[in-house]
C-alpha cells in the first residue's frame, strides 16, 4: 500500500507559479513511474506530466514549457512546478505513482487561476 498526499494548490492570478508537492508514505525509489493528472470541471482527466524511475520525462502539449516535473528523493516527494499560470490551468491537480504494476492516487489539490 502507498499512502499519497498532496499540496501547494491555491488561487492565483495569471502569470503566477505555484509548485505543488506529493508526499508519498514509502520510498520514492521503488516506484517505476510517477506523474501528475488534472481534471477541470465538466472536463475529462488529463495526463500532464510523468516521470518514470529513470528520469525519462513527458509533458502535455498543453504544459510544455510551463510545467516541471521532479523527485527529491531525500524526502520521498514528487513535484510540480507550474509558471506562467493560465486560467485554463484550473483544475484538481492528482499525483499518482506505479508500483509492481498498481496504481496508487492521492486525493488532489485545486488550482484556480484568475484572470
Known amino acids: 500500500q502507498v499512502q499519497l498526499v498532496e499540496s501547494g494548490g491555491g488561487m492565483v492570478q495569471a502569470g503566477g507559479s505555484l509548485r505543488l508537492s506529493c508526499a508519498a508514505s514509502?520510498?520514492?525509489?521503488?516506484?517505476?513511474?510517477m506523474g501528475w493528472y488534472r481534471q477541470a470541471p465538466g472536463k475529462e482527466r488529463e495526463l500532464v506530466a510523468t516521470l518514470t524511475s529513470d528520469a525519462y520525462t513527458s509533458y502535455a502539449d498543453a504544459v510544455k514549457g510551463r510545467f516541471t516535473i521532479s523527485r527529491d528523493n531525500s524526502k520521498n516527494t514528487l513535484y510540480l512546478e507550474i509558471d506562467s499560470l493560465k486560467p485554463e490551468d484550473t483544475a484538481d491537480y492528482c499525483c499518482?505513482?506505479?508500483?509492481?504494476?498498481?496504481?496508487?492516487w492521492g486525493q488532489g489539490t485545486q488550482v484556480c487561476v484568475s484572470s
Open positions: 499518482y505513482v506505479v508500483l509492481d504494476k498498481n496504481d496508487y
Open positions: 514509502r520510498s520514492i525509489d521503488s516506484f517505476s513511474n
